[in-house]
């Protein structure tokens, strides 16, 4: 394909403020064969009439109207009205880096279908950036530069929402944005898993991150820590469980307890491992939490594990590499 169309999917609510740095990013892309869709979901402040402006001085910005209510109908809106051959999406308060639709077209058009284009990001904020939002930003960097995102995808979502780009056939039979399952970004990221598309590694970055108090990721329930861990049990469960194998389930923190719960309510028999002398032998929804030594009595089994404090995950890595286990394979982080 010869400059090949780009759609940019944006739903928007309540951004004023952010949206003229966001839409002015876009125009000024070293790439100038995109098409905007924005959709408006029920905003109260001016962001509709802002990007009415925008899309009356550039045909390639088109606005719309949510038929829903909330992102994801947004974004099936935004994707009825789409024309492009690559498909990306953009946070309505972010800001692109001016290369950011040259360098992944050009990844894309490398590498040929069956790839995700992702970038670097960094964040932002008039107020600095909290210590987990920086140690967030160096796990995903760091995946992002090996292509490795997928071997962490229990953790966290691996696939920055804003900063992605694939053909639109591979998007079209990842499900495009039909599932109605939030978190929103973190289900495509795990459909893209699901249809291996291979993610090209990626050293720059590409994408700006906002952070403020009223962001959607910090004040939607439908990003409530509970949901994902809904969504990581659904695919495991679905992607990589085998039910052939015992199954264990690592800590009794509150993780721990959602995962058990979960598992318990689809009748799914597991082992329930802990190392804290004060819950060892004591019953949890019925089950009964035993010492993690308990592992070596079970045969070829595999792990969630929940436990979040980072030390005590070096030494349970280290204890599955003793044992000779692989990740992914036979264990998987869900914190």
Known sequence: ????????????????????ECLDSIQNQTYPNWEVLAVNDHSTDASFTLVENYARSDSRIKVFQNKGEGIIPALQTAYTHSAGDFVTRMDSDDIMKPNRLEHMVETLQKNGTGHVSVGQVKYFSNR?????????????????????????????????SPCWMVHRSDF???????????????????RFYEKGLKIIPNTEVLHLWRDYDTRTSRTHEHY???????????????????????????????????????????????????????????????QELVHFNELET??????IVTVANSKAQMEIRDYFKKLGQSPMIDYFFFC
């Open 298 to 303: 079970l045969g070829n089994p595999q792990s």
């Open 224 to 286: 409530a820590q509970n949901y994902f861990l809904d969504i990581k049990l659904h695919y495991f469960l679905k992607l990589d469980f085998n039910p052939n194998r015992p199954l264990v389930v690592w800590g009794a923190g509150f993780k721990g307890k959602a995962v058990a719960k979960g598992l318990k309510k689809m009748g799914i028999s597991f082992t329930w491992l802990c190392d804290n002398p004060n819950k060892i032998g004591k019953k949890i929804y019925a």
């Open 172 to 190: 079209e039979a990842s499900g495009a944005f039909d599932p109605h399952r939030y978190p929103e970004d973190y289900d495509l990221t795990f």
């Open 128 to 160: 600095g950036i909290s210590n987990g939002y920086a140690r967030y930003e160096k796990w995903l960097n760091n995946l992002t530069s090996k292509g490795e995102n997928y071997q962490e995808i229990y953790k966290e979502c691996v696939i920055p």
């Open 1 to 20: 394909m010869q400059n090949p169309k780009v759609s940019i999917i944006i739903p928007f609510k309540d951004t004023a403020h952010y949206l003229s």
